[in-house]
């Protein structure tokens, strides 16, 4: 029976003065949140999960773990996710679990040690809980960097097209396992829907080619190839050159050519399209 | 073998465990290539020498440290870089220095490349124990 008296102590608690307490929690939490939360919304979080917590107290939940805590846990995730959105820090999430012992310490103030007791039950229940929130908030960090990282690596890799019959990838920083398939699926699928038979591969975004990155390249032509296309990797910059020449890479039967603009002209020849300066013209 | 470092030249150890941590190995490479006031030819070759062998150290050597700093002689000034790995060594070293071998998937240009892009390389292996490699490039 000592459990459930213990609960009855900590409901007894939190429910002696639900609407003053739950008010005072609002205010603690608006102040140190600034004006950033609208006042509505936090206060409709908050004493949603006010609810909650005295409910799951009222049906015995021990620690954060506690199967009757599952409310209160939703609630916190539900919270979290959306202060890591909007670019709060940790402590500023987990202030609006912690500001709840702060309310409530008045009223250790004339209470008896039994209040003493269950505030003390309550706070430790409280600290799972504000772990429970930068838990969450971390996780919620974690998948928005992945995220953005993955949506950087779509970013990265245009394929653009430079006339008819041509189409051009830019290459800009570093080249590993991950980006070199993105960058050839995107290449192998741009000249199906281009019909293009040209295709250039721009390294001058590319800071260095060693034998890794030059092994990527060759496969990339070598399958675009396979599918009836001609590669030109230009941009090769004069470290980039000598550098290659004494790795002893061999870019045999591959054209490479120093300017995006030379390796345009050839692809034009290539594809029979003369280009004609005007006399008169002004230059 | 004896380590390139002057006295007063402490080195950063760096550990090379993913292959994000070969894009930083560059990235501190460079920062002491132009430290250093390395001609932009040397400096690419040795960003270049120095990716090959973290990878490798990556790859073969199943991740390991790389020690990077400046080195000093009586002229002249220099990048140094020691990788070192406890992975399963090289058994055939003459072998592994021949251009196209690979016991892996890559070109086999990685380490005999590398030698060919640095001032100074030294290679020390023992089979079972792990290799170490350290590469110099002195500024001109």
Known sequence: MAKQDNAVDLVGLLAAEKQDLAASWVREVQESLGRRVGAAELDRELRELYEALVEALRQGAQDVHAEQMSEVRALLTELSRNRARQGFSPSETAISVFALKTVLEPALRDGSADTVRAYLQLGRILDGLGLFTIETYTQTRDELITAQAEQLLELSTPVVRLWDGVIAVPLVGTLDSARTQVVMEKLLQALVDTGSEQAIIDITGVPAVDTQVAQHLLKTIVAARLMGAECTVSGISPQIAQTIVALGIEFDGIVTKASLADALKLALRRSGVDMVAHAGVQR | ?140
């Not at chain 2, 006295?7 to 930083?24: E, I, L, T």
Request: proline letters at 3%.
């Open chain 2, 1 to 140: 073998m004896t380590a390139p470092w002057a006295a007063g030249d402490d080195p950063q150890v760096y550990s090379v465990a993913r292959s994000a941590d070969v894009v930083q190995i560059r990235q501190v490479i460079r920062a002491l290539a132009q430290q250093c006031r390395l001609s932009l030819v040397d400096q690419t070759k040795m960003i270049t020498a120095a990716s090959e062998l973290a990878r490798n150290t990556l790859t073969y050597g199943g991740g390991g440290t790389v020690s990077a700093g400046v080195v000093s002689d009586a002229s002249k000034r220099g990048v140094a870089a020691v990788f070192e790995d406890s992975g399963p060594g090289i058994a055939d070293v003459d072998q592994a220095m021949t251009d196209g071998w690979t016991s892996g998937g890559g070109l086999g240009l990685g380490l005999s490349g590398a030698r060919r892009l640095v001032d100074d390389f030294r290679l020390h292996t023992v089979p079972g124990e792990g290799t170490t490699v350290t590469i110099i490039k002195w500024a001109r």
